[in-house]
């Protein structure tokens, strides 16, 4: 799905129902603009439900101030407004109110976007906005004069997130990964200590590249191949659901036979993937005027490595994240099923699943299936589609059980007589 090309006000509902149905935001906060290329600002309407808003419910601010539609602009159409004269090349304002973010808003902090190798390349430069009443010029002005110093996102002191970009996909992506990186940080800081990128590892993280790979023309695609690309498409979309994946984040793979599997796009969004999206890699070569993940080569390596293993996957969600930032050790002996799908979690440098494919890939395994990389995501393989993807659920969840001990009591660990139980009953050995 090309978002960019749907109209400025199917763009707006879109994306404001995701917003919504992902807790980003209330019924009634949050607002999202569109600047057309006629100069006539699309904005969402004030005092209507956010999670069932339509078409027509948008409304239309012509060039000379004239305001067409059934309903009244945002009451914050002035920040909008205040954006978009400080700087004419943004062409999307999204402004809402997702728990942490407000967080940070409410103690006047910013989110530490080094904390993740990709981070702060998505989101750029943040600056804090003073408080203002919502809705008045003085706030339209306090966000415009930051928007002014070149940034693309800024903090509201007391209220939420105010976003520009080119388009409002853009912005919403910037929003998003903020969030996450919100979320992990207040995650990581109920265990430990958060410890963030040095700038030479953000710099080495810039430095990433596409893989050169040859490419083929595909002119065929078994039953087999579709089968798979439609049910990697129905996980990839579960995940991103999930909040397992975010629309730019995360990559699914595949085996089909010997070295050869399919695996997700770079730059695509995760929730909208459909089976002709993917991108076969067959004997090293790639999909003719496909981009595959920029992960692709650790994929190829791990298949090379393990027969055993038929799908891999590289994600970032947000609790078990919290455990790649800081000193904490994540340890699976919680519940059988965390053990028996996880076993002995490892963490790794960052940098090694660019910088050392082979020596990684090696350390996966069916009887070692997933492992953290520091500052940067985590590994998960499995037998088969499902399987990987439960580990990854599995993963998650389990974090957020530990996370959330926090305030409740130490935790008591399976005793190795009881995993020694667990490794003879599930012919774990």
Same mark, same amino acid.
């Given at each position: 799905?090309?978002?960019?090309?749907?109209?400025?006000?199917?763009?707006?509902?879109?994306?404001?129902?995701?917003?919504?149905?992902?807790?980003? $935001?209330?019924?009634?906060?949050?607002?999202?603009?569109?600047?057309? %290329?006629?100069?006539?600002?699309?904005? @969402?309407?004030?005092?209507?439900?956010?999670? %069932?808003?339509?078409?027509?419910?948008?409304?239309?601010?012509?060039?000379?101030?004239?305001?067409?539609?059934?309903?009244?602009?945002?009451?914050?159409?002035?920040?909008?407004? *205040?954006?978009?004269?400080?700087?004419?090349?943004?062409?999307?304002?999204?402004?809402?109110?997702?728990?942490?973010?407000?967080?940070?808003?409410?103690?006047?902090?910013?989110?530490?976007? *080094?904390?993740?190798?990709?981070?702060?390349?998505?989101?750029?430069?943040?600056?804090?906005?003073?408080?203002?009443?919502?809705?008045?010029?003085?706030?339209?002005?306090?966000?415009?004069? &930051?928007?002014?110093?070149?940034?693309? $996102?800024?903090?509201?002191?007391?209220?939420?997130?105010?976003?520009?970009?080119?388009?409002?996909?853009?912005?919403?992506?910037?929003?998003?990964?903020?969030?996450?990186?919100?979320?992990?940080?207040?995650?990581?800081?109920?265990?430990?200590?958060?410890?963030?990128? %040095?700038?030479?590892?953000?710099?080495?993280?810039?430095?990433? *590249?596409?893989?050169?790979?040859?490419?083929?023309? =595909?002119?065929?695609?078994?039953?087999?191949?579709?089968?798979?690309?439609?049910?990697?498409?129905?996980?990839?979309?579960?995940?991103?659901?999930?909040?397992?994946?975010? @629309?730019?984040?995360?990559?699914?793979?595949?085996?089909?036979?010997?070295?050869?599997?399919?695996?997700?796009?770079?730059?695509?969004?995760?929730?909208?993937? &459909?089976?002709?999206?993917?991108?076969?890699?067959?004997?090293?070569?790639? &999909?003719?005027?496909?981009?595959?993940?920029?992960?692709?080569?650790?994929?190829?390596?791990?298949?090379?490595?393990?027969?055993?293993?038929?799908?891999?996957?590289?994600?970032?969600?947000?609790?078990?994240?919290?455990?790649?930032?800081?000193?904490?050790?994540?340890? =699976?002996?919680?519940?059988?099923? @965390?053990?028996?799908?996880?076993?002995?979690?490892?963490?790794?440098?960052?940098?090694? $699943?660019?910088?050392? $494919? #082979?020596?990684?890939?090696?350390?996966?395994?069916?009887?070692?299936?997933?492992?953290?990389? #520091?500052?940067?995501?985590?590994?998960?393989?499995?037998?088969?589609?499902?399987?990987?993807?439960?580990?990854?659920?599995?993963?998650?969840?389990?974090?957020? *059980?530990?996370?959330?001990?926090?305030?409740?009591?130490?935790?008591?660990?399976? @005793?190795?007589?009881?995993?020694?139980?667990?490794?003879?009953?599930?012919?774990?050995?």
């Amino acid at each position: 799905m090309n978002i960019d090309m749907m109209h400025p006000a199917d763009q707006i509902v879109l994306l404001m129902n995701r917003i919504y149905n992902y807790a980003m $935001t209330t019924t009634s906060g949050g607002n999202l603009s569109i600047m057309d %290329s006629d100069g006539v600002m699309w904005i @969402s309407p004030s005092g209507v439900d956010k999670g %069932s808003l339509t078409r027509a419910d948008i409304m239309k601010v012509l060039p000379d101030g004239t305001i067409e539609g059934i309903h009244k602009p945002s009451s914050e159409y002035p920040f909008h407004r *205040s954006v978009y004269k400080a700087r004419p090349d943004i062409k999307a304002v999204l402004h809402a109110h997702p728990p942490a973010l407000v967080a940070y808003s409410i103690v006047r902090e910013i989110p530490d976007t *080094s904390l993740i190798s990709s981070a702060r390349s998505v989101c750029g430069e943040i600056k804090m906005a003073p408080y203002a009443l919502p809705g008045s010029d003085k706030l339209g002005e306090n966000i415009g004069n &930051e928007f002014n110093k070149g940034v693309n $996102t800024v903090m509201l002191e007391n209220h939420g997130v105010c976003i520009g970009a080119e388009s409002l996909f853009k912005a919403f992506t910037m929003f998003e990964t903020l969030d996450y990186v919100a979320r992990i940080q207040i995650a990581a800081h109920r265990i430990g200590t958060p410890k963030a990128l %040095s700038e030479k590892h953000l710099a080495i993280y810039d430095q990433k *590249s596409h893989p050169k790979l040859p490419e083929f023309v =595909a002119t065929n695609y078994t039953s087999r191949e579709l089968d798979i690309r439609r049910e990697m498409c129905n996980l990839i979309k579960r995940a991103y659901d999930n909040r397992l994946f975010t @629309s730019g984040q995360g990559t699914f793979s595949r085996r089909l036979d010997g070295n050869n599997f399919v695996i997700t796009p770079h730059g695509k969004d995760r929730k909208y993937l &459909e089976p002709e999206d993917l991108v076969r890699i067959e004997n090293g070569y790639k &999909e003719a005027g496909t981009l595959p993940s920029r992960s692709v080569l650790l994929h190829q390596e791990i298949y090379k490595q393990h027969p055993e293993i038929n799908s891999v996957i590289i994600a970032h969600p947000p609790t078990i994240m919290a455990f790649a930032v800081t000193d904490a050790e994540f340890d =699976a002996r919680l519940i059988p099923e @965390s053990y028996i799908m996880l076993r002995d979690v490892r963490k790794f440098p960052f940098g090694c $699943t660019f910088l050392q $494919t #082979e020596k990684t890939a090696k350390e996966i395994s069916e009887h070692s299936p997933v492992a953290i990389i #520091e500052n940067d995501c985590v590994i998960v393989a499995g037998t088969s589609l499902l399987n990987a993807f439960d580990r990854l659920e599995v993963m998650e969840y389990s974090a957020r *059980s530990v996370v959330d001990t926090a305030c409740i009591g130490d935790i008591v660990k399976i @005793s190795k007589d009881e995993v020694d139980e667990i490794e003879v009953a599930f012919n774990l050995k």
